[in-house]
C-alpha cells in the first residue's frame, strides 16, 4: 500500500475510533440534563454501566471473530451497530430505555476501539505502525476537548431543528458513521487470508460474559449497594465461577479459544498485558477525579474544565508523536514504558501536594508531565502485544490487549472514585476541625445577609442551618432559662418582703415591676458581656441578633473552641452524608466562605486517590524494568503471510523444474 492509500485507511480508522471517544464525554456533559428531562437522574449509573459492560466483553469478540472473518467486515458491522444504537437511543422516552440502546452502542464502540488498532498491525510494519498510531492518539486528544463544548451546547439547547438539544448528543454521532462507514467501505481493502477450518469459541464468550457481568456490575454499583451486602457477594461468587469456567473452556479450545491462553506463554504479551492493567487503573480512575477537581475546587464549568484540561492531551500527543518517530527510526521501544511509568509516577506524586486553593497552573504542570508518561505507553504496550504473535493471532492478541486495559480502567474508576465518595464526608466535617476554616464558616453562616442570599440557600439548608439552628436555639434556651431565673428570683423577693410586712400588700404588684424590670437589666447586662449578639426584650425575651460583624465576630471566635473540639473528636455534626454529595450544585455562586469546607474534604479525599493511583503506577514502574522487548519485526503481518506464500510457491515450482531436469526413475 501506497502512503496516500494508508492514509486514507487511517482516516476511515480514526473517524471510527473518533465515534466511539466523542459518544463518552459528549454523553458524560449532558447526562445530568438527560436525566433531569427523562425523570430517572438516580438511574444515570445505570445508563454508563450498560455501556461500559457490554464494549468491555464485545472487544475480544470482535478480535477472535475479525481473526476468521477479516477486519472489514466486523469494523463495518461494528460502525453500523454503532449508528442504530445511537438513532435509538435519541428516541428514549425513560432512563431505562437509554440504557438498553447505551448497550446497543456499547455493542458497536468494543469493535470500534479494537479493530483499526488490529487493521494498523495487519497493514504495517510494527516500527512503521509507531508514527502512525500517534494520529489515533490525536483522536482522544480532540474528543477530550471538544466533547465537553459539544455536550454542553446540546444539553444547554431546548431544540435544535424541532428536536430536544440533548438527544442530539447521540444524533451527531450518525453523520460521522456515516463518513466513516464510506471512507472503510470505499478504502479498505486487505488481502483475502486463506480460510481455515475453525470452532467459533461460544462457550467463551458465554463464560466470559458470565464472569464479568458481575463483577462490572459490582464494580460500578458497589458504592451504593454496600461492598459487603449480600448482592455484591452474590456477584463476587457468580464472578469467580464464571472465571474458572472460562480459564476451563478456553483451555480446552486451544487455538480456537476466545482469548488463547498460549498467547500468556511469551513473557512479552503477558508483561505487557500486566502493564497495561495497572496503567489503565491508574489512568482511567485517577483522571475522573482532575475534571471533578477543575469542576469543583476551582470552579470551572464542563466546557471549561474540558479546556483546561489541555496540558494533559498535549503532552500525550507530544510524547506519543516523538516515541513513534524514535521506534521508527530505531526500532527500539524499551526505554518508553520505563519512562512512561516513571512520568506518571512523578505527575500523580506532583498531585499530592494540592491544596483547594493551588493554582492551575500547578495542576496544569502535573497533567502534563501524565501527559507526557501516557503518551509513551499507549502506543508502545499495544505495538509489543502485536509484535509477540503471527498474523493468525493479530486481532485477539489486539483486542486482547484492549480487554484487559479496559478491565483495569474499569476497576480503577469503580474503585477510586468510591475511595473518593466513601472520603469525603469524613473530610469535610475533618475540615472543620481547622480552626481558621471554621471560624470563616460560621461567620458567614451566622451573618443573615449571606444566609438569606439565593445563591447561598441551598449550601446553607444542605451544611450550616442544622449548625446554626442548634447552636441558636441551645444558647437561646440557655440564655433564657438564666433571665427566667432572675425573674423569678426579683419575685420572690418582693413576695418575701411583702409577707415580712416590711412592703405593704397593696404596694407589691409595683415593686414586683420595679424589682423585675431592675434584675432583667443586670441580667441583660452580664448577658451582653458574655453574648455579645444577646438581646433582652422588656418582657424578658432573649433573641439573638448577628447583624453587628464585631458582636457575631466575637460570638463565632468563643463557638468556634467548643465546635472545634467536636468536630476533632469526631462528634461533630454537619448533616453531610452521601445524599449531600450526589447533587454538588450548590456550590455554584455559593459565598467561598462556606464553600471552603467541602472543597478542603474534596481536596484531601483525592490527594488520597492519587496517593493510590501513584502506588499503583508504581507498580508498573517496577514491572517495566524487568518487560522484555523483542526487536520490533520490520514486515507487517500480510506481508509476512504474503511472503511466506510466495515463498512456498517458489519452493514447489523448483522442485517441480528439479524433477523434470533430473527425469523421472523407470526401471531398466
Request: aromatic share 10%.
Amino acid at each position: 500500500m501506497t502512503h496516500r492509500m494508508i492514509l486514507f485507511v487511517i482516516f476511515g480508522l480514526m473517524a471510527g475510533m473518533f465515534l466511539s471517544a466523542l459518544d463518552q464525554t459528549v454523553v458524560g456533559t449532558a447526562i445530568r440534563t438527560i436525566g433531569d428531562d427523562l425523570q430517572g437522574l438516580s438511574l444515570q449509573a445505570w445508563v454508563t454501566t450498560a455501556y461500559l459492560i457490554v464494549s468491555t466483553i464485545s472487544t475480544p469478540i470482535y478480535g477472535k471473530l475479525s481473526d476468521i472473518f477479516g477486519r472489514r467486515p466486523l469494523f463495518l458491522i461494528a460502525i453500523v451497530i454503532f449508528i442504530i444504537g445511537s438513532i435509538l437511543a435519541s428516541f428514549s422516552t425513560s432512563m431505562i430505555e437509554l440504557a438498553a440502546f447505551r448497550a446497543i452502542q456499547g455493542l458497536g464502540a468494543g469493535g470500534l476501539m479494537s479493530m483499526p488498532l488490529a487493521i494498523m498491525g495487519d497493514m504495517l510494519a510494527p516500527r512503521e505502525r509507531a508514527k502512525y498510531q500517534g494520529y489515533f492518539l490525536a483522536v482522544f486528544g480532540i474528543s477530550s476537548v471538544i466533547g465537553p463544548l459539544v455536550g454542553g451546547l446540546f444539553a444547554g439547547a431546548g431544540q435544535i431543528l424541532f428536536i430536544t438539544g440533548w438527544r442530539w448528543v447521540f444524533l451527531i454521532n450518525v453523520p460521522i458513521g456515516i463518513v466513516a462507514l464510506a471512507i472503510v467501505w470505499r478504502f479498505l481493502h486487505l488481502p483475502k487470508q486463506p480460510q481455515r477450518s475453525v470452532r467459533i469459541d461460544w462457550w467463551g464468550a458465554t463464560t466470559v460474559i458470565l464472569a464479568l457481568v458481575p463483577l462490572l456490575l459490582v464494580a460500578e454499583q458497589g458504592r451504593e449497594w454496600g461492598w459487603g451486602s449480600p448482592i455484591a457477594i452474590g456477584c463476587y461468587v457468580v464472578g469467580a465461577l464464571g472465571i474458572a469456567a472460562f480459564v476451563i473452556v478456553e483451555t480446552l479450545m486451544k487455538d480456537d479459544a476466545l482469548i488463547p491462553l498460549k498467547l500468556f506463554r511469551s513473557p512479552t504479551f503477558s508483561m505487557a498485558t500486566v502493564i497495561g492493567v495497572l496503567v489503565g487503573f491508574g489512568m482511567f480512575g485517577a483522571m475522573l477525579t482532575l475534571p471533578l477537581y477543575l469542576q469543583l475546587v476551582l470552579g470551572s464549568n464542563p466546557t471549561e474544565s474540558g479546556f483546561q484540561m489541555l496540558p494533559m492531551i498535549l503532552g500525550l500527543m507530544i510524547a506519543s508523536i516523538g516515541s513513534g518517530q524514535i521506534i521508527a527510526r530505531t526500532g527500539r521501544y524499551r526505554m518508553f514504558p520505563i519512562l512512561g511509568t516513571f512520568l506518571m509516577s512523578v505527575g500523580f506524586f506532583l498531585l499530592t501536594f494540592m491544596k483547594y486553593d493551588t493554582s492551575y497552573w500547578f495542576v496544569a504542570a502535573a497533567m502534563l508531565v501524565i501527559g507526557l508518561g501516557l503518551g509513551q505507553l499507549m502506543q508502545t504496550l499495544t505495538i509489543a502485544s502485536q509484535n509477540s504473535v503471527g498474523l493468525r493471532d493479530m486481532g485477539v492478541a489486539t483486542s486482547s490487549s484492549t480487554f484487559f486495559r479496559q478491565i483495569g480502567g474499569t476497576l480503577g474508576t469503580a474503585v477510586l472514585l468510591s475511595l473518593l465518595f466513601t472520603l469525603m464526608p469524613s473530610n469535610i466535617i475533618g475540615s472543620f476541625a481547622d480552626r481558621g476554616t471554621l471560624v470563616g464558616a460560621l461567620d458567614a453562616a451566622f451573618d443573615p445577609a449571606v444566609a438569606a442570599a439565593p445563591e447561598n440557600a441551598r449550601i446553607m439548608s444542605s451544611i450550616y442551618t442544622p449548625i446554626v439552628t442548634r447552636v441558636t436555639d441551645q444558647t437561646t434556651t440557655q440564655l433564657q432559662s438564666g433571665v427566667d431565673q432572675a425573674t423569678d428570683a426579683a419575685t420572690q423577693a418582693v413576695a418575701d418582703q411583702v409577707a415580712a410586712g416590711r412592703i405593704p400588700a397593696a404596694a407589691q404588684r409595683a415593686a414586683t415591676a420595679a424589682a423585675v424590670t431592675q434584675a432583667r437589666t443586670a441580667a441583660a447586662d452580664k448577658i451582653r458581656a458574655q453574648v455579645p449578639v444577646a438581646r433582652v426584650g422588656s418582657d424578658g425575651t432573649v433573641t439573638l441578633d448577628f447583624t453587628d460583624a464585631a458582636a457575631r465576630s466575637t460570638f463565632v471566635d468563643s463557638l468556634a473552641t467548643t465546635l472545634q473540639d467536636q468536630f476533632t473528636s469526631g462528634s461533630g455534626d454537619t448533616s453531610i452524608g452521601s445524599s449531600t454529595l450526589n447533587d454538588t450544585s450548590f456550590l455554584l455562586g455559593a459565598d467561598k466562605r462556606l464553600s471552603t469546607p467541602f472543597l478542603v474534604g474534596f481536596n484531601s479525599s483525592a490527594v488520597t486517590v492519587y496517593w493510590v493511583a501513584m502506588s499503583v503506577v508504581l507498580l508498573a514502574f517496577v514491572l517495566s524494568l524487568f518487560f522484555r522487548t523483542p526487536p520490533l519485526r520490520a514486515k507487517s503481518a500480510l506481508q509476512e503471510a504474503a511472503d511466506e506464500r510466495n515463498g512456498k510457491e517458489d519452493e514447489e515450482l523448483r522442485a517441480a523444474d528439479a524433477a523434470t531436469t533430473t527425469g523421472s526413475l523407470v526401471l531398466p
